[in-house]
């Protein structure tokens, strides 16, 4: 086992001595498995978690899909799960699908999967620490999650169904209980959930930011990290200074719902035919409180998935990464403006429209740090030697995608081409290129790439291969046509668009992205099965199937407990791959200084 | 040892060692697209019993069972109706309302109620779709076979055109939206199926209800003669439905008097003892005289869980055990129906006259309907005999003045006057 | 079968051939009697909250009228009707004078009126305030009617009501009164001793029906110190041309439960 | 040593990316799943805004994407031989150039469209509303301002979904919401707003063309969001006049009168 020298201030882990008595079985498997203070199996508990809940996020937007397909017509297992009158699905049960399909992919698969699992299983390994910094709040990260679990699970059960007013949670129609039937129990639950969500993603990102800062192996300086780490780290930035404005706004909704509040009621409103109690408040300042949250949360599901696939990128290109510190100055200014963007989500909700054009200008200025580091992928590819892995396709892909999703952007930063566009399909198809097409395959590169790691026994190649091809032909088959549709106009969230003479002739390509989408959904199984599958029978991994640099790729695979049998010494930056002289084509950031390397650096 | 072995059971591993790959992931495809594009179609859409009435006049399951076949004999099902002649009603309209949203082949758009309508107001036209519960008011349960707003005497039905006036200007102050933009053609499809349901529901009821008086010797099974379904059952329904068009109220034209002076006089009865219109809708006009009635709809549900509610607290040592056992099964039976057949009943408020909402439509004819006739079903009486056509229409024209009359003196209560958002 | 019935059903159109009783006026004519008493201690009748025109309604001293028992414990307002439909009328018992109920004191006076089909109810208001009488019938078209203080309105039935109709006042949810519609004149209500008559009826066997707004139809009385099932209601009694008396019929207090 | 196929067909599945996706924007005008028809004075602004976007972002588009293919198929590790892949650690040039370009065209693009945006939101025409617009769940409560031109007057014409505008004027819509968030949403004149409870938010267009269109809901507003459906007619003046007086004669109306035919 681990003959670590203990250096972290607030590492508590040491190993225990060999136990005299008899084993406790029960005991043991709860402190191994369930309430384990270890990084990395904290990391795959919340993978499996993300997963699981990734599986059902899926279902519910394939029900969204046949809805918008088909509606009315009979719902194939929704229908009779449901017992929907006649075998339809019902308006409000599409509106509860949405909001769910969003809420649980948004709060439960994205931001969990990034910084619960990636964040969790890669930071310490790839700084060289050999845990997190504080392994009981880490713990407690991932066990805050189960009471969103259940608050968001629970909801579906709830009369009046899960929550209904649309990830974003709108109020008037979420303050009050008579405005929607998922404004009821629904709600609160869903307030309750995001709140444990939030709880959940500070408790991380404390843990993130002080471990990258004081835990870093001999030699790791700052600008020795790889990019993971460093979009890990300003990912934890973000969310701490973002997550309290949404926390507190969700606790201002949750008494505006409970206790009479008026935050967000303004006085004497009509609903549902009777008049509303408390006034005096705002719609608008929910909006503003909660896209002060969540715009930057659009920057934290997506950072983390950048810098994965820079790391991957430039291992499978065997090429250092093109302009690295610029890809650091890049993550930072989008952080830094993602902080003042957040009002371009309101160009017509009613505020006022010269705040829109100041919004307009730093929103199209956040597009500048993006496209440098679109430029700087396609520089690291230029030039190398591309193995064309499983995981390096899907970070080809990230890169692909995600000039699509950036580029669409810039049509919803111009404010008036925002009014046509607006809440319309063009929105969902950008940000599904930007977190589906973006983030996910940026994951599932992850997955692929650190799977040897994290169980000791690499994937099936073939396999893998046939997962992202399917996926990429069915997910573009989904969501490339939405930009079209949004150019008809053509709203988000109708359970019925074809009544309006305007949309009445989409229905054949809303049939089509719906029939892609099933196809994505079900090729999803090759993946599940290509998993669990490698998890017992995979091939063996050694300690670096890859010839990867970084220091996780030093340790045992999987590590052990405290990660590194010898304490890792950094000579270098992550990406010496091919560097001239040398004679194998990359240096590990432990392989102690060659002459010619170190004048290749200079 | 392998340290992961826990994610995954034993007899998993077997399986997973035996097959390979490839056949699974191909399984679980087919799988997962044999259950996504529909090898498992959802049973026909049916028509949902009137449970609260069966339970009431204590129907046994044959008898239960007898007015089901009955009624699809006479009406057939939700994807297929029915229309004896006797019903006047145009089977073709209904075809066109009827059956899951489909496209027929030259493109017209069918099944416009299940479309347009089933959600709030049920397949079964009970008024109890999936949203209905979360609506204020409760959508109209057909059944039962009152409407509120219409050109007839209280007592008749509503004349096609009223209900056409309905589907086409929404019912304002209600979740009732307009569906004048679906054309006409559809309207009058959706009317007439709606009349269909309606005729249905009454048929329902006076065939539980005919239970009650059959004699002794007819052995609890009503007869199934087309003489006695026509003539004692559909006929005094169909024939009511008929009569509504010979049935509309005779306007007289507004007296010749300065606006002024007839809302002033209109004010006058309007708070004196004659119209008496200040006990419910309030000195104030907010519509907060009287909170405690309930529309007929509600009062049957309230007064059926009441009795309900006093047969659970009734004594049963007195009892035989067959009467006991009996007693517990209706019990269950009625708190059943209760709980899935019926909506938590519900106050109704006198309208608020100064939003300027009028639910039976603005135009001073309508006005002048409501308080000659009152409200069908809802606690608003006639006039009619008891005040002229004269003092009818001054009442209409305060009404129609109160939303702009000075409200000053309504103080703290001004929130309540939203006129200002109609 | 389900299907088999509905094509049965739907497809008999040869009229079923009614057996028409001949209509053969009896000879004799008798007159029922009889006395309904409360079995058990009378319980006193609960005071009604007054709280819409407390100035005028609340002089009255009003009660809750479910239940009343009166002098010898005789209980009224139960309702005793021939349910036969085809029976023989009397040709002297022709409706002529429309029935009268009236909104007194607060109250619905009598408390349980009977019309027959064809007869003019008139509905009036002899209290100085503004009452309305809602009529829920079921087989009828149901009415409500305004009725200012002093006023009065007519309504008639078109046919007859299986189960006595429910009068009330919007105005004042405490007032409740009933309407018992036939189609024949032999129906009676019982006064405050309890005591009922019905005349001229035909002589031979008869089905009656009692009611109680209460107990609903009554399913056990005690004649002669002997519990006899009328279930629904249903009695049936030998009318002599001698008259008929049923005498002091018992009903168990936990029928009105 | 790996097989040179597979770079090269994985490179083709990377060039399907600019292709198609080219090919898709190419191909949707034909079969109208285009940006429908503008009849709006102010629509043009909004789409030749769209299409200066679409030929800029098209321009990066292709070109970022073949450049993708372009070093997917070129640096295959199968094409590359023994050849090692070339160590460049970045370029202050080129991150210079790339951060420049694209600064100027969006601030360009940012300063270019601020006019339009305040044609529309900003500068507001000085006239009384046209008409009120209330929104509620689920339906466009319209109130016009009766013979005397004010609002909130006892003539005022109150109608539900049908909104009857005048051709070629000013139109000031003055939007509300009775209830919850809703979006005004006229796809054919380009205009959307959010009705916002507690707000009067003045909207306003002119119309170019006579014709009938639709008028959406685009604000999620409750399960009945999708049955919002308005209708917006543009009318000449004579007739929009016309319309008026006949549905204020309707809302006045004592007698019955036989149906309206045109609903």
Redesign the interface.
Known sequence: MSTVTHHGPGDTTTVAPARSAQPRPVAEFLSTYVFSKDHKVIGLQFLFSTLVWFLIGGLLALAVRWQVAWPWSDVPVLGKLFAQEGGQMSPEFYTMLFTMHATVMIFLVIIPILAGAFGNFLIPLMIGADDMAFPTLNMLSYWFMWPAFFAFGASFFVEGGAASSGWTSYPPLTTNLGASPGSGMGQTLWLIGLTFVGVSSMLGSVNYMTTIIVMRAPGMTMFRLPMTIWAMFITALLQAFALPVLTAAGFMQLFDRTIGTGFFSPEGSIINNQMTGAGGGQPLLWQHLFWFYSHPAVYIMILPAMGMVSDIMTCFARKPLFGYRPMVYSVAGIAGLGFIVWGHHMFISGMNPALGMTFMVSTMMIALPSAVKTFNWLGTLWGGRIQFTTAMLFAISFVSMFIIGGLSGIFMAATPVDIFIHDTYFIVAHFHYVLFAGTAMGVWAAIYFWFPKMFGRTMNEFWGKVHFFLTFIFLNGTFFTMHILGAVGFPRRLADAYHYETFHHLQPMNAFMTYCAIGMVACQAIFAINFFWSMFYGPKAGRNPWNANGLEWTAPSPPGHGNFDIQPIVYRGPYEYSVPGCEKDHLMQTDPPLEHAVAAAH | MNRHSFFVCESLQRVMQNASPALACTLLLCGLLMSATGCGKTPAASFRPNMVEAAKQRLTPDQEAQVATILEAMFGTPDDPVALPETGLDVSKLRLAAGPVHSDIVGRKNGLFREHCSHCHGVTGDGMGPTAAFLNPYPRDYRPGWFKFKSTERADKPTHADLVTILNNGINGTSMPSFALLGEAKVDALVEYVKYLSMRGEAELSLMRYYFELDDEDEGKLPETREFLVEEILLPVAERWQEAEDAIIDVPEMPEVDLQESIALGKELFYGNKANCVKCHGVTGLGDGQANDYDDWNKVVKQWSDEVLSAHDASTSEMSREEKAEHRAWLARSDKALAGDALDPRTIQPRNLRQAIYRGGRRPLDLYYRIHAGINGAPMPAAAGTLTPDEIWHIVNYVRSLPYEYDGELGADRSMVARDRL | M?TS??????L?????LLLTPASVFAAEWGTLTGRFVFGGDAPAAPKLTVD?DVDVCSKFDLVNEELVVGEGKGVANIVIFVRDKNVDVHPDLKATEPVVLDNLGCRFFPHVAFVQVGQDMVIKNSD???H???V?T????????????G?E?KISFR?DE??PAAVTC??H?WMKGWVVVRDNPYAAVTGEDGSFTIEKLPAGELELQLWHEKAGYLDTIVIGGKKTDVK?GRMDVEIKASGTDLGEMVLDA?VF? | MRNRLAGLFWSLVFLAVPVLGVAVFAVAPSIDVWLPKDVSAHGKDIDSLFYFILALTGIVFIATEMLLFWFVWKYDEAARGDQKATYIQGSHTLEVIWTIIPAVLLLFLAIYQMNAWADMKMRRPVMKPTVEVVARQFEWRLRYPGPDGDLGTPDDLFLVNDLHVPVDEDILVQLKSMDVLHSFFLPNLRVKQDAVPGMKIPVWFKASEVGQYDLVCAELCGWGHYKMKGRITIESREDFDAWLEAKYREQEATQAEPLQEDL
């Open positions: 389900p019935n509905v094509r049965r059903i739907g008999s159109f040869a009229a079923a819409k100085p305030v503004g309305n009488s809602n829920a079921l087989k009828n078209p149901a009415s409500n009617t305004l009725i200012p203080a006023g309105t046919s299986a189960v919007n105005i949810p629904r936990s439960k």
